[in-house]
């Protein structure tokens, strides 16, 4: 009985030792399990912050790489949630309780499933790593608003290089960040892993040692407590079917892990479709490459950019893309060269297999940092084709900017200057650093009114743009005029943001219109209107006049004998008497009349209203202008007018009409004598057409040979001799009569007829000497009249020589006759063609000596013969002592000089003995006989005696 109670003590102590070991293990198995289920959770959670954290870091890449508003909202999205989970797991594992993660069921879905972890109290070791993360949270929660802002900036077109540098140095900054906190979330991952299967080994080891100890304690019971067998059993029974409940407690662990692992890889494929998706939807190329550079994955656009699909791609080398350039072989060396680095905003050209065009790429790719992976890149390819065109276009801009010839100054909407180009600077004056910062009224000039820039501002605001001429002020205080052009450039609310001004500096082009304008109005000697201003001062002038009846007067205005000047002088000093001519005119109108030159020397008045009615006081007022001489040449000219008057209405409506009356009245001054004025009457158009028919005759006479000379004796006073005649030219008209020299000589001298009458006269005289040596046996000196342009022409001394040479006439019995105005020409030539004639022993004679203004000291310094004083002098011998006195001043003049004296116009007994007891050598006149024909002057010649 005693060892039953021992023994039955002994099997209930080793009973409860059992149960309580038993208990000891169940609860050991029960923490086992929680410890288990606890290191699940953060492995899951671990996972968790590693996929958001990837997800953060790509959405940061697509952020950089937004093509589009849409891009960078989801961009953002993706990132701020998750941010929000990576915070919200972070606090689970460092206090505890539940964390729901939440996603959606795919990319475009709006439906989102959870799942739901627990903890019953915090993570240990977990503070400082949570802070840490915490912390880079809220840094990336400012770096999201200066990537957002970036993006934004880029998308409207504002890129700003050095802003997207700092951002990229940044960016770089944060992928070890990245990478630190993938490398956490893995460690976790990892250490939890481990953790859970030493727990499951401890457990199962528990199990093992559990079931060891049961089974010596059944074997030890048997052989002690063979009695208590019952009780035994009925325990050994009660640990069976509890093992077998901790068992299926096992298995049940093992079930849900196997779920989990389900519901993970589930999560995984749905994760890769989402990037597979969001790469697709960015419209960029994501792609994975091993240590070769073969590709090893390729998501996105890469049919449409590059020809070829994803599963296409895969195998095949970046080299397949890359053009045989040295950029291309550049690129594919830093995609498999060692240590590998980084790839941030690299550029290149890949090739299409579709067209085989290239398109621009910027790529961005980081190191594959998977253990069990090969090394290689993971990176971003975004076709920046069109933006690299853009940047092109824009460098060329900048280029075009900084090289234009046209001044360019761009103003913002407070109206400061924020950008110039050298041409800016090289106009006005003013440098960048001077003009930036400024208001552009420091161009400001004073020649435009308030009015003007109102109306200017008023436009731009407007129509957005303005296009003038303005005058400006260079930063020396020159104004000057230019071309401006002003577009306002406006933002999106449509108010101006920005105004650009191009101009270019037209003062050259203004100089040139002005000098085109007054070649075009205004003549280029005087600097007086021409005709064509004439005409359109006219043209408003009868505008004014449909309104209000006026009166106005044309004066046509002619210079006697001004083609001698030109002749005599030469047309240097002709165009300086035109010049003081000019002048004299320009000070006698008013500011509202005009006087032009038409040409040569005919000048034009045209008086408006009032002024009209005083054209006669106008002419002689004219005419006095003129009275005083003009010098030239060291030399006094005097000019006389000869004026004609047509009035507006009654002589013409037309600016044409009134010239050609005008024009008839001043021939008709000039035919009465010059040096006066006259107004037009209808008899003058008669006259100015029979004057036009003379003209025609002539032409035909001197074809037909009807011009001939008369010969009129000249006589030595002293001796009585017959010493020589005078050739005298005469027109027989086809009617017979005669037509007078005072006639058709002026015709001549003006249309250029004297040349070729005078060589006709010439020629005919010499051979008239010669009939006369052959008639009477000596040999008569002829003179002829020279007209000074027959003097000037250039064949003038041939003309003389085949003259005597072909009448066999010598030279000695020829005898020139020019006028003292031939001497006011180039002395030079004039002197050297007179040497000539004097070599050849020609002489030369002054006629109408008295008349003109030679000087003293040119005639003493030519090789002259004879003067030949002017009619009108011999003709005043009876009009008093004083005539008498100036004629004999005359004769001694010319004995002073060494000269032959010739009186013209001797028509009395009276007349020549007079000139006689002056002392004048010879005499031409009626007295001794009128100018006769050839055979006249031969009869004449053999019985003439006084």
Same mark, same amino acid.
């Given at each position: ?663 008839? %009245? !001043?021939?008709? $001054? ?5 040096? /006066? &004025? #006259? ?7 008669? =006259? @100015? ?89 000596? %040999? !008569?000196?002829? $003179? ?5 342009? /027959? &003097? #000037? ?7 003389? =020589? @085949? ?144």
């Amino acid at each position: 009985m005693l060892h039953l109670t021992v023994l039955l003590l002994l099997s209930v102590g080793c009973t409860l030792g059992v149960l309580v070991f038993n208990r000891i293990m169940l609860e050991r198995l029960e923490a086992f399990a929680r410890l288990q289920e606890r290191h699940r959770v953060v492995s899951d959670v671990s996972l968790v912050i590693g996929k958001n954290v990837s997800r953060m870091q790509v959405g940061f890449q697509h952020m950089l790489l937004a093509s589009s508003p849409g891009d960078l909202v989801t961009a953002e999205e993706t990132i701020r949630e998750s941010m929000d989970t990576v915070r919200r797991a972070a606090a689970f594992l460092e206090g505890g309780g539940v964390f729901v993660e939440t996603f959606k069921v795919n990319f475009d879905s709006l439906d989102r499933v959870g799942h739901e972890f627990r903890l019953d109290s915090p993570v240990p070791g977990l503070d400082i790593a949570s802070m840490e993360l915490r912390t880079s949270v809220a840094l990336l929660e400012r770096m999201l608003d200066e990537y957002h802002d970036f993006a934004s900036a880029r998308l409207q077109g504002g890129y700003d290089s050095g802003r997207s540098a700092a951002l990229i140095l940044k960016h770089k900054k944060l992928a070890p960040f990245f990478s630190r906190t993938a490398e956490h979330a893995n460690r976790f991952y990892v250490q939890s892993m481990k953790d859970l299967a030493e727990t499951q080994a401890r457990l199962a080891r528990a199990k093992e040692s559990h079931s060891r100890f049961l089974t010596m304690f059944i074997a030890g019971s048997v052989a002690l407590l063979t009695v208590l067998g019952i009780i035994v059993i009925r325990s050994a029974a009660q640990v069976l079917r509890e093992r077998a409940a901790a068992q299926a407690d096992l298995l049940q662990v093992n079930e849900e892990l196997e779920d989990r692992v389900t519901r993970r890889t589930r999560e995984l494929q749905m994760s890769e479709a989402r990037l597979r998706d969001i790469a697709l939807t960015s419209g960029d190329i994501i792609w994975q490459s091993d240590g070769a550079g073969r590709l090893v994955y390729v998501a996105g656009q890469s049919e449409s950019l590059l020809g070829v699909n994803a599963e296409q791609a895969v195998g095949m080398s970046l080299a397949d893309f890359l053009p045989d350039t040295r950029e291309g072989r550049f690129a594919m060396e830093r995609i498999v060269r060692r240590p590998l680095a980084p790839i941030v905003d690299f550029t290149c050209s890949l090739a299409s297999k579709a067209d085989g065009k290239p398109r621009r790429f910027l790529i961005n790719a980081i190191p594959v940092t998977e253990p069990d992976s090969a090394s290689g890149y993971f990176g971003v390819a975004k076709d920046i084709s069109e933006k690299h065109e853009y940047e092109g276009r824009l460098r060329l801009y900048e280029k075009i900017f900084e090289t234009s010839q046209e001044g360019i100054s761009v103003t913002n909407a407070e109206g400061e200057i924020i950008a110039v180009n050298p041409a800016f600077t090289s106009i006005t004056g003013y440098t960048a650093e001077e003009a930036i910062g400024q208001n552009p009224r420091i161009l400001k000039s004073e020649h435009h009114p308030p009015e003007f820039y109102t109306a200017m501002w008023d436009a731009l605001m407007r129509d957005g743009l303005w296009t003038g001429e303005i005058w400006n002020r260079r930063k020396s205080g020159e104004a000057y005029p230019e071309w401006l052009s002003i577009t306002a450039l406006r933002d999106e609310r449509g108010a101006p943001d920005k105004f650009i001004a191009v101009f270019h500096d037209i003062t050259a082009m203004k100089e040139k219109e002005q000098e085109i304008m007054r070649m075009a109005y205004y003549d280029h000697l005087t600097g007086l209107p021409n005709k064509a201003m004439l005409q359109e001062k006219f043209g408003v002038a009868l505008l004014k006049a449909e309104k209000t009846p006026a009166c106005h007067a044309v004066l046509y205005v002619d210079l006697d004998n001004f083609k001698l000047v030109n002749d005599s002088l030469g047309h240097e000093a002709g165009d300086e008497l035109l010049v003081e001519v000019a002048s004299r005119f320009q000070s006698m109108v008013r500011s509202e009349d005009v006087v032009a030159r038409l040409g040569g020397d005919e000048f034009v008045f045209l008086f408006f209203d009032d002024a009209a009615c005083d054209a006669e006081k106008y002419s002689e007022r004219i005419i006095r202008a003129l009275a005083k001489p003009v010098h030239v040449k060291g030399q006094n000219i005097f000019v006389t007018p000869s004026i004609g008057i047509a009035v507006y209405p009654r002589d013409g409506r037309t600016i044409q009409a009134l010239l050609k009356h005008a024009d008839l %009245a !001043m021939y008709d $001054a000039k035919s009465a004598g010059k040096n /006066q &004025f #006259r107004i037009f009457e209808e008899g003058m158009t008669i =006259r @100015a057409s029979a004057r036009l028919t003379l003209e025609s005759r002539l032409r035909q006479a001197l074809n037909h040979g009807a011009v001939y000379p008369l010969f009129q004796p000249k006589i030595d006073l002293a001796s009585g001799r017959v010493i020589g005649v005078e050739a005298l030219a005469r027109w027989a008209a086809d009617d017979g009569s005669i037509v007078s020299p005072l006639e058709f000589i002026p015709v001549a001298e003006d249309t250029g007829l004297i040349v070729p009458l005078g060589r006709a006269i010439l020629e005919q005289s010499c051979r008239a000497m010669g009939v006369v040596r052959e008639q009477t046996g000596s %040999a !008569m000196k002829v $003179a002829v009249n020279v007209s000074a342009r /027959q &003097f #000037r022409h250039e064949g003038f001394l041939d003309d003389v =020589r @085949a003259a005597a040479d072909r009448s066999d006439l010598p030279y000695e019995c020829l005898e020139l006759e020019i006028t003292e105005s031939l001497l006011l020409g180039d002395m030079g030539l004039v002197g050297a063609k007179l040497r000539e004639l004097s070599a050849l022993g020609v002489a030369v004679s002054i006629d109408d000596f008295g008349t003109g203004y030679s000087s003293l000291s040119y005639l003493s310094r030519l090789p002259l013969d004879r003067i030949k004083i002017d009619r009108s002098f011999v003709q005043r011998l009876n009009g008093g002592q004083s005539d008498v006195d100036l004629l004999q001043a005359i004769i001694q003049m010319g004995k002073s000089l060494r000269l032959r004296v010739l009186a013209e116009g001797v028509e009395t007994r009276d007349d020549a003995d007079t000139l006689t007891e002056m002392g004048c050598d010879e005499a031409q006149g009626y007295f001794f006989g009128k100018p006769m024909p050839l055979h006249e002057l031969i009869v004449f010649l053999r019985k003439f005696s006084i």
